[in-house]
């Protein structure tokens, strides 16, 4: 579709493509702020077309597909943290996992520590220079700290893309409109049919 005909539904349409509310995207368009006429636009038929294609080439650009985001989402829902060690339970090289544990993965820490030992004992007794020749002749412990992205989010995510979840939204009448309702179903009570 080539760029729209009128500069203002054109600029419109680039700023909901970015993902701006139709009321912003109306006012950043050069419009007065109306948010039934940003609404009564956002649903033009020659808009919603120019957006979806600006979506679309987007997407395109990034290579960014449905396909692609729900793989991510499918590597963080399903990792096993088992991936990251050998059969004798020794962790592996990180060049060793598998392109999916590794994707799972946001962030490893090693943290070195001094083991103390025989060596460390004997150095104590003497009088100077015993740390120093310590931290030389010390045992040394690497403790690696593994940490996966959030499970439950990637899958609640995909759950939703699959329709796994409904929504419920509870309407609720408060205030003056409450207040109505009420003197109305009052003066119902008495008539037939009514409360």
């Known amino acids: 579709m080539p760029i729209l005909k009128n500069p203002r539904h054109e600029a419109f349409a680039q700023f909901l493509a970015k993902g701006q509310p139709a009321s912003e995207a109306y006012v950043s368009a050069g419009?007065?702020?109306?948010?039934?006429?940003?609404?009564?636009?956002?649903?033009?038929?020659?808009?919603?077309?120019?957006?979806?294609?600006?979506?679309?080439?987007?997407?395109?650009?990034?290579e960014i597909t449905v396909a692609r985001v729900l793989k991510e989402l499918a590597r963080l829902s399903f990792a096993d943290i088992r991936q990251a060690f050998d059969e004798k339970g020794n962790l592996l090289d990180p060049s060793e996992w598998?392109?999916?544990?590794?994707?799972s993965v946001s962030s490893i820490e090693v943290v070195t520590r001094s083991l103390p030992g025989k060596a460390d004992k004997q150095l104590d007794a003497q009088?100077?220079?015993?740390?120093?020749?310590?931290?030389?002749?010390?045992?040394?412990?690497?403790?690696?700290?593994?940490?996966?992205?959030?499970?439950?989010?990637?899958?609640?995510?995909?759950?939703?893309?699959?329709?796994?979840?409904?929504d419920r939204i509870e309407h609720g009448v408060t205030g003056e409109v409450a207040d109505l309702l009420k003197a109305i179903n009052g003066r119902t009570r008495g008539?037939?049919?009514?409360?």
């Open 191 to 195: 008539l037939p049919n009514g409360g």
């Open 98 to 103: 598998s392109d999916d544990f590794a994707a």
């Open 127 to 166: 009088p100077h220079g015993g740390a120093l020749a310590r931290r030389r002749n010390a045992k040394v412990e690497y403790v690696t700290k593994i940490k996966v992205w959030d499970k439950n989010s990637a899958l609640e995510k995909i759950a939703k893309h699959l329709g796994l979840f409904v």
């Open 31 to 62: 419009y007065k702020e109306s948010r039934p006429a940003a609404s009564r636009l956002s649903t033009n038929v020659n808009v919603k077309k120019r957006v979806a294609e600006l979506v679309a080439r987007g997407a395109d650009r990034t």
